[in-house]
Structures are given as C-alpha cells and as structure tokens.
C-alpha cells in the first residue's frame, strides 16, 4: 500500500525503543499513541487490520521496517563515505531520537560510534536534551561563536 497510514514512530512504539519524551509528532491518523493503535496504522499500510494477526507477528513486521530504515541509511553512508575522503577512524556521530539505533550503523561500518551529546560543550545535564534536538543545538553553537 503507497500511502499515509503509519510512520517510523509507529513501527518504533510497537518494538519499544522510541522515547516517550521524545515522540513529540501527531499521528497520521490524529489518534492516541499506543501500541494497539500503532499496530492499527501498521496494519493499515499492508493492507490488513490488527485483529488479523498477534501481537508477535506485528512486532516482526515493525522489526522489519526497523531494519529496512536502517539499510537505506547504511547504503546511504556508504555511498557518501566512498567519495567523501574521510579517514577510516573517522567516527559516526550519532544524534536525534534514533541515535542509540545508530549504534548499529556504526558497527556495520566498522566506524567508532559517538554520542552528540559527548562531542558539544554541553553541561552534562543538557547533553541528552541536546543530542535529541541536535540541529538546534548547533545552531545555537555556531550563533555562539560567531
């Protein structure tokens, strides 16, 4: 099915790795935000209803869009890496809702991982706040130092 019925925060709150604190977006469907209704979007989008299948195989299909997202980025950094000149020990500075998922990607390129929030002036307290908003946050570094 080509259309709006779910997004990545869907697939996210149904395998239970997207932050409370950072799902801020409405739904595309204007609804509540739990996993019974993100089940009912995702079901949606195959062109089926959530009562047609359990709960475990909802979670296989979210997992499968999980990794279906995360080999368009690999593929995408790959790509960029090829041409970019970059040195092999240059790391992946992973920032946004889905860093700790970047994790992942990090690995599969065979790259060291860090966290935004370990690599700005930060205080420790803001750190986390700044790695979820990290355009912002630069942004505000580079008004900063100018």
Request: proline share 3%; with cysteine; net charge neutral.
């Amino acid at each position: 099915m080509n259309d709006d019925f779910a997004n990545m925060a869907d697939v996210h709150r149904i395998i239970g790795d997207l932050p409370r604190h950072a799902d801020v977006q409405a739904t595309t469907d204007g609804r509540d935000k739990s996993v019974a209704s993100s089940r009912m979007r995702l079901a949606r989008m195959v062109g089926r209803d959530a009562h047609e299948c359990n709960d475990a195989a909802w979670l296989d299909l979210a997992r499968w869009f999980a990794e279906r997202q995360l080999r368009d980025i690999a593929d995408a950094a790959t790509q960029v890496l090829s041409g970019a000149g970059l040195s092999a020990d240059a790391p992946i500075v992973a920032a946004g809702v889905g860093g700790e998922r970047l994790r992942e990607l990090s690995r599969r390129l065979g790259r060291r991982h860090l966290h935004f929030g370990d690599v700005i002036g930060a205080a420790p307290s803001a750190r986390e706040a700044a790695a979820y908003f990290a355009p912002a946050a630069a942004v505000a570094i580079l008004a900063g130092a100018s």
